[in-house]
T-cell receptor, first 114, second 113 residues
Framework: DSGVTQTPKHLITATGQRVTLRCSPR?????VYWYQQSLDQGLQFLIQ???????AKGNILERFSAQQFPDLHSELNLSSLELGDSALYFC?????????????FGPGTRLTVT | QKEVEQDPGPLSVPEGAIVSLNCTYS??????FMWYRQYSRKGPELLMY????GNKEDGRFTAQVDKSSKYISLFIRDSQPSDSATYLC?????????????FGQGTTLQVKP
């Protein structure tokens, strides 16, 4: 158990809908990262937050947004969902402050868009 | 061309064999090199990381980085059926502010009893 929690574990929704994925980092970690894993693209970095502020962005679609709250949990919002958004979404956390390479992943949320 | 290339396998070995997993990369700015293990439908688990070039050993696992060749390896000694999983290499530039990891596609390993 990495100490990173994610909810829900599974999500099935229809095209055009909006969903919110939630992540709680390890105790003491200030950085939160979101990744998408699909069969064709592999594990892809989406976005990073550090202590409530956005720090880095990857190839995150404009339909997707995230935020990190004062209690350090993070949410990833996916809107106008398309079939191609079906994937595993992982949250990871790190202590930050020069230890950003040491990331610990949660169990993931499996999103199925029908 | 992808920044990080990894042979997807699958790789099948008998129990007790030495396993060699490899990745190549193109970005010479990468400084931190990680290996993750991912069991089916689970989150990636950090096995070990190496900073810059050199070797690092942790139990049955040894990570090697050759920055001159842009090539990294993970060796697993005395492989066990429980090592059967997908192994992902990951790399990052190592900024103090950001930690974008670039992953390889992963190599699927099966260790047969």
């Amino acid at each position: 158990d990495s100490g990173v929690t994610q909810t829900p574990k599974h999500l099935i929704t229809a095209t055009g809908q909006r969903v919110t994925l939630r992540c709680s980092p390890r105790s003491g970690d200030l950085s939160v990262y979101w990744y998408q894993q699909s069969l064709d693209q592999g594990l892809q970095f989406l976005i990073q937050y550090y202590n409530g502020e956005e720090r880095a962005k990857g190839n995150i679609l404009e339909r997707f947004s995230a935020q990190q709250f004062p209690d350090l949990h993070s949410e990833l919002n996916l809107s106008s969902l398309e079939l191609g958004d079906s994937a595993l979404y992982f949250c990871a956390s790190s202590a930050g402050q020069g230890r950003n390479h040491e990331q610990y992943f949660g169990p993931g949320t499996r999103l199925t868009v029908t | 061309q992808k920044e990080v290339e990894q042979d997807p396998g699958p790789l099948s070995v008998p129990e007790g064999a030495i396993v060699s997993l490899n990745c190549t990369y193109s970005n010479s700015a990468f400084q931190y090199f990680m290996w993750y293990r991912q069991y089916s439908r689970k989150g990636p688990e950090l096995l070990m990381y190496t900073y810059s070039s050199g070797n690092k050993e942790d139990g049955r696992f040894t990570a090697q980085v050759d920055k001159s060749s842009k090539y990294i390896s993970l060796f697993i000694r005395d492989s066990q059926p429980s090592d059967s999983a997908t192994y992902l290499c990951a790399m990052t530039v190592g900024s103090s502010n950001t930690g974008k990891l670039i992953f390889g596609q992963g190599t699927t390993l099966q260790v047969k009893p």
